[in-house]
């Protein structure tokens, strides 16, 4: 088996042995309908041919309609085997969750699979080969060595240069139908050992690559921009639930000093006096503990006790002191 690695940097593998090609890449991109627009796909065909010395230099070939429909055709082909892909892909994928929705990649098992292992079943029955589903993946032998792979879009762009165009059947028949295509997609994939790695997030639904698919998930996989997400929540509601302990603290501490003041005086938090003594009470309080410290990093000033949230917060653990003494 021969690894390569396109570019320094990039996270995309070709493997390539006698059971075929299978290109990380394209195969994430066919999975998040990523593969290209008509623009995209324009570009690369162009330089397909500029490449191979094909296309004049004057030569208007953006605007040719057997071009256009080429590329039109070769857009709408790969959404359907990027559809199908994610079919077989996605069943296989619910065999490793739980029925309490924890996910372990280890678990996945083709065995029990419908559409995923008709693929693999169509696959092998037109081309002189065995495969061997069990619920450790895929075995294979080769029964005739396979011809080499031809890039598709290599063979769709030196076709212009013949008829310039073909029927969907004819298409179909030279470079297989969108189905061909998923269904030796899925056994390559099947075949090489990204298939441990490759995992769906279960907040957005974009398909990804595992740093570490020998793990239980407990509430299921994310991909890595859904995992930050879900760190910034979680840290957001664990500060505010740490501000609203913080706060009652506060509220029962002032409760116990000023109760009596409070209770005998409605309109206490008017008088300059009792807000002076209380703020300052509340930020020796404040200053004592590491706790309260780490939510008021700076002191409270007479702003705070304006709040009517404060001030029904303290009044409120004054009343609860008083139901319970009495």
Not at 158 to 186: C, H, M, N
Request: aromatic letters at 8%; proline letters at 3%.
């Amino acid at each position: 088996m021969r690894r390569t690695r396109p570019q320094s940097g990039t996270e995309e593998f070709i493997i390539q042995d006698a059971r075929g090609i299978f290109d990380s890449g394209r195969f994430l991109a066919l999975l998040n309908e990523e593969s290209g627009n008509e623009t995209t796909k324009m570009a690369e065909y162009l330089g397909l041919l500029r490449k191979a010395g094909t296309l004049r230099a004057n030569a208007n070939a953006e605007t040719d309609p057997a071009l256009r429909r080429l590329i039109r055709d070769e857009v709408r082909r790969e959404a359907e085997t990027g559809a199908l892909l994610r079919a077989y892909v996605d069943e296989w994928l619910k065999t490793g969750v739980a029925l309490d929705g924890v996910e372990a990649p280890r678990t996945r098992d083709l065995t029990k699979t419908r559409s995923a292992r008709g693929a693999i079943e169509r696959f092998s029955g037109e081309r002189r080969m065995e495969l061997a589903v069990s619920p450790e993946g895929l075995s294979v032998r080769i029964l005739d060595a396979p011809n080499p792979a031809v890039d598709h879009v290599m063979n769709n762009a030196f076709d212009i240069l013949g008829s310039g165009d073909r029927s969907d059947q004819t298409r179909d028949e030279v470079y297989g139908s969108p189905q061909d295509k998923a269904d030796g997609l899925f056994v390559h994939f099947c075949l090489s050992s990204w298939r441990l790695r490759l995992a769906k997030c279960k907040r957005c639904g974009h398909y990804f690559w595992l740093k570490h698919w020998n793990r239980h998930y407990k509430r299921g996989t994310a991909c890595s921009t859904c995992t930050r997400s879900r760190s910034m929540e979680s840290a957001m509601l664990s500060t505010s639930k740490a501000r609203e302990q913080a706060g009652r603290e506060l509220y029962q501490r002032a409760a116990r000093r000023f109760g009596k003041r409070i209770a005998e005086q409605p309109n206490w938090y008017r008088d300059s006096k009792v807000r002076a003594e209380m703020v300052g009470f509340l930020n020796e309080q404040i200053a004592k503990s590491h706790h309260l410290l780490s939510v008021y990093r700076r002191q409270l000033t007479g702003k705070w006790l304006s709040w009517p949230k404060n001030r029904d917060g303290i009044e409120r653990a004054v009343k609860g002191r008083i139901h319970a003494e009495g």
